[in-house]
């Protein structure tokens, strides 16, 4: 006898309670896991509370993805616009002797202003450093603190809570990277390394300062002892420490200072990804963030003032390593993470901080609430 579906389902029916135990366990189950699973959304705020603290700061080596953001692409390739081959590269003229001027100086920073110290009036006094040791591939490489977009405008720096020049920006660098005086303003040293940023720029590469996400980054303190470990295996070879040899030092009274972007952990570890050793990068951005943090972590040259960084402190990046901070966390964890409850705890303060401008707002007789809230 064939039975017809309805009535396999009706006869189906007709098992006792027991027979269907399982059935129902399955689908409790399945509700369950349901249940506990995040809701889609939930996470990404992370992520926005990063974008705003970051992308507010425009000196930051990372761009992070906005919430809820497809994966990345992969990051806009200079696929019409070939590596620069320089000097060869560089227009003829009095207007190109001017760039090549900035690109010696850009090239082997020490050497160049030394030999140049009499037409600014002073006498190099930076580090072993070159422009070109962080900047690498002439500053046009992605991943490794590209300058493309630079340009001699006035742009509003959070770090310095001012509209400041191109001029300045390349100062701020040369004081903290390369602990030197700033070059005097209208120096022909000043002009030309300007000059060779802008010409950078204008050869129409498509990247600028592309980075990891924040949830790339593993969400706990970075780990020393892996970090010491990697760094005397893959690092130490060229990088002996303090000591200049084959590669510039990473601590010591040599290398960048304290108040440099790139002794802050989520600026140097993706750089240390993607670019270290050179030609043949072979740390995963995980093994990167723990060297970083053992690099960061060892001596080098203090600068003074870095307290008055960031007057709006709400746009001060997490990871910056020095107070004062818009939260409780304490110094350490702003070096060494974890970033996640930063991140976290300045997002729901800036969600109260509406709240509060919101209830201020309507109590002051203003009863829009679409308009308070685009006040933000
Ligand atoms: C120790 C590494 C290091 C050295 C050396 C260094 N920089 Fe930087 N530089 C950084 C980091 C990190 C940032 C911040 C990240 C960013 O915005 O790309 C930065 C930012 C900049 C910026 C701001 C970006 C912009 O678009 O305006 C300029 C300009 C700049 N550097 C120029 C220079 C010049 C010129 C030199 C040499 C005199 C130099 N840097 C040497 C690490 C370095
Ligand atoms: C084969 C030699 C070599 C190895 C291995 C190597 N580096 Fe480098 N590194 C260099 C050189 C050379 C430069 C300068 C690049 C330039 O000027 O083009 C550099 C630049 C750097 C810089 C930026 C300049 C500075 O001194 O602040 C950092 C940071 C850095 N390396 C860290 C590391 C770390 C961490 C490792 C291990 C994961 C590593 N490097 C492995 C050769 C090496």
């Known amino acids: 006898m064939r039975l017809s579906r309805t009535e396999g389902r009706k006869r189906g029916g ?26 889609p959304d939930r996470s990404p705020s992370l992520d926005t509370a990063l974008v705003e603290g970051l992308s507010a700061a425009e000196e930051v080596a990372m761009k992070i993805q906005p919430a809820g953001a ?17 000097p060869d590269d560089f227009p003829h003229g009095r207007k190109g002797e001017v760039i090549r001027a900035g690109w010696e100086i850009f090239d082997d920073t020490p050497a160049a202003l030394s030999a140049g110290a009499e037409h600014a009036g002073t006498t190099y006094d930076g580090n072993a450093l070159s422009c070109r040791n962080c900047h690498l591939d002439h500053g046009a490489r992605p991943g490794a ?90 690092c130490a070879f060229c990088h002996g420490g303090e000591v200049t040899g084959e590669a510039p030092p990473l601590w010591g009274p040599g290398s960048y200072g304290f108040g440099s972007d790139m002794n802050r952990l989520l600026v140097l570890a993706p750089f240390l990804a993607a670019n270290m050793p050179p030609g043949e990068p072979e740390l995963s951005l ?18 003074r003032g870095l ?44 969600q109260a901080d509406r709240w509060v401008y919101w209830v201020d707002h309507y109590r002051s007789g203003e009863r829009d609430v679409r308009s308070a809230f685009e006040m933000e």
Do not use: M
Request: hydrophobic letters at 35%.
């Open 145 to 234: 603190l590209p300058l493309t977009d630079f340009n001699t405008d006035r742009r509003y720096s959070p770090r310095k809570g001012l509209v400041i020049t191109g001029e300045e920006r390349i100062n701020a660098c040369l004081q903290r990277s390369l602990n030197a005086s700033p070059l005097p303003a209208g120096s022909a040293e000043l002009a030309s390394l300007a000059a060779y940023l802008k010409w950078v720029a204008d050869q129409g590469f498509a990247f600028t300062q592309e980075g990891p996400g924040v949830r790339d980054f593993p969400d706990r303190r970075a780990d020393f002892v892996t970090g010491e470990t990697l760094f005397y295996n893959i």
């Open 14 to 39: 007709g098992r006792t309670g027991w027979q269907r135990l399982p059935v129902t366990l399955l689908i409790c189950l399945c509700l369950i896991l349901a249940a506990c699973a995040p809701p």
């Open 286 to 303: 995980e093994e990167a963030y723990d060297v970083a943090a053992f690099v960061n972590s060892r001596k080098r040259p203090h600068a």
């Open 70 to 86: 497809k994966p990345a692409e992969a990051p806009a390739r200079p696929e019409t616009v070939a590596p620069l081959r320089l």
């Open 307 to 350: 307290d008055s960084d960031y007057p709006a402190l709400t746009k001060k990046p997490v990871d910056v390593p020095y107070p004062p901070y818009p939260d409780f966390f304490t110094q350490e964890q702003h070096q060494f993470g974890p970033f996640g409850p930063i991140i976290e705890y300045r997002e729901r303060q800036r």
